[in-house]
């Protein structure tokens, strides 16, 4: 079956612009997460979906940084104001919950540049 | 959260096995042995996890040993695609608190040569 999806796969942008970047879970998994991979360094958690109830949006390292999740599927990472240092591999994830929230896929990630 | 053990790098040659050796000698009852790996510039992918029996999916086998200290995962012909970094982790599978939050120590490069 499909897996996650994710657009675009690299965006190049300028210094204080805007960014969006999407995720399209796999059909059925109720869990979404989102997490951003600098270059050869581990994975950062930034943001967790899980049904109807409210995300945990502790990993976010700031305001600029916000997440949606539309009718319980698709996401939207946004990223106001673009830094240099948000420069990363944007990695979309998706799975059951619960006791199955520990096998996660993941899509192919957004690769941004910052310039 | 168990701490993990894996050597920095493996070689294997193309169509033999590779057996990835993880240590966890703190692991607790209730901890599950989970294994990803990471292609270079692709996602993490999952492979396969287990609590105490043997597991087999078609990516690969998880022995776990029976007192649960260490585990090794076995891709039974290795091919030049399954070159990536392994993670092994210990995690207790169930929801609450934060215990969805995916996190990898060093991990084993398996290389796999032609």
């Known amino acids: 079956g499909a897996g996650v999806s994710q657009s675009p796969s690299n965006k190049v942008t300028e210094k204080g612009k805007d960014v969006e970047l999407r995720c399209d879970p796999i059909?059925?998994?109720?869990?979404l997460y989102w997490y951003r991979q600098s270059l050869g360094q581990g994975l950062e958690f930034l943001i967790y979906f899980q049904g109807n109830s409210a995300p945990d949006k502790s990993g976010l390292p700031s305001d600029r940084f916000s997440a949606e999740r539309t009718g319980g599927s698709v996401s939207t990472l946004t990223i106001q104001r673009t830094q240099q240092e948000d420069s990363a591999v944007y990695l979309c994830a998706s799975s059951l919950g619960g006791h199955y929230s520990y096998e996660q896929y993941f899509g192919p990630g957004t690769r941004l540049t910052v310039t | 959260d168990a701490k993990t053990t894996q050597p920095p790098s493996m070689d294997c040659a193309e169509g033999r096995a590779a057996n990835l050796p993880c240590n966890h000698s703190t692991i607790s009852g209730n901890e599950y042995v989970y294994w990803y790996r990471q292609i270079h510039s692709q996602g993490p992918q999952y492979i396969i996890h287990g609590l105490k029996n043997n597991e087999t999916n078609e990516m690969a086998s998880l022995i776990i040993t029976e007192d649960r200290k260490s585990s090794t995962l076995i891709l039974p012909h290795a091919t030049l695609r399954d070159t990536a970094v392994y993670y092994c982790i210990v995690r207790v599978a169930h929801s609450g608190g934060s215990n969805y939050k995916l996190t990898f120590g060093k991990g084993t490069l398996l290389t796999v040569n032609p």
């Open positions: 059909s059925g998994h109720t869990a």
